[in-house]
Antibody
Framework: QITLKESGPTLVKPTQTLTLTCTFS??????????VGWIRQPPGKALQWLAL???????RYSPSLKSRLTITKDTSKNQVVLTMTNMDPVDTATYYC????????????WGQGTLVTVSS | DIQLTQSPSFLSASVGDRVTITCRAS??????LAWYQQQPGKAPKLLIY???TLESGVPSRFSGSGSGTDFTLTISSLQPEDFATYYC??????????FGGGTKVEIK
């Protein structure tokens, strides 16, 4: 079955760069159409889509955060990495990664999420 | 960016009630819309995509409709496990796959 799990620091300081890793199993990111996305959710607030990377290395970013985000994949390790620069307390959120089957760009399997707090 | 506005943002209902949630897009998105359910402390779960196609394993009391700018999610008979927050997501714009602001469904 498809599983995803996010990992990374739970606490970062303002201005630092956040690096999160999504490690997955049950599918290959070299399969045509497949993608992995990142979504975040500040405490008590709505979901915010961040980025998506496809099997062919095509990448999409949220326009409002594009200058701060980089998404990459390591197909051999079954991992997707998201980096976000210049972290601020408003970036405190639970960060999720999710699988996209390619059709309709839906997110059909999600990781459990990881809470990242930005504080000095 | 395409904006999605959900209404209401909060609703109180009883078990057995019929519940309807609306999602309005700032521009036409054809049928490129999905609905998710999020239980407290859990990751979202895909319910519906292509505006009206039920994801495998989702109970048939959930249904979706609409196209263009106006969409609805309907729960025909609310069950205890349905008390959650619901989000729509537009799938039309490759640049930003935005989510709506959410609708929290609570027990009356």
């Amino acid at each position: 079955q498809i599983t995803l799990k996010e990992s990374g620091p739970t606490l970062v300081k303002p201005t630092q760069t956040l690096t999160l890793t999504c490690t997955f199993s049950g599918f290959s990111l070299s399969t045509s159409g497949v993608g992995v996305g990142w979504i975040r959710q500040p405490p008590g607030k709505a979901l915010q889509w961040l980025a998506l990377i496809f099997w062919d290395d095509e990448k999409r970013y949220s326009p409002s955060l594009k200058s701060r985000l980089t998404i990459t994949k390591d197909t051999s390790k079954n991992q997707v990495v998201l980096t976000m620069t210049n972290m601020d307390p408003v970036d405190t959120a639970t960060y999720y990664c999710a699988h996209s089957p390619g059709s309709w760009l839906v997110l059909d399997y999600w990781g459990q999420g990881t809470l990242v707090t930005v504080s000095s | 960016d395409i904006q999605l506005t959900q209404s209401p943002s909060f609703l109180s209902a009883s078990v057995g009630d019929r519940v309807t949630i609306t999602c309005r897009a700032s521009q036409g998105i054809s049928s490129y819309l999905a609905w998710y359910q999020q239980q407290p402390g859990k990751a979202p779960k895909l319910l519906i995509y292509a505006a009206s196609t039920l994801e495998s394993g989702v109970p048939s009391r959930f249904s979706g409709s609409g196209s263009g700018t106006d969409f609805t999610l309907t729960i025909s008979s609310l069950q205890p496990e349905d008390f959650a927050t619901y989000y729509c997501q537009q799938l039309n714009n490759y640049q930003a796959l935005t989510f709506g602001g959410g609708t929290k469904v609570e027990i009356k």
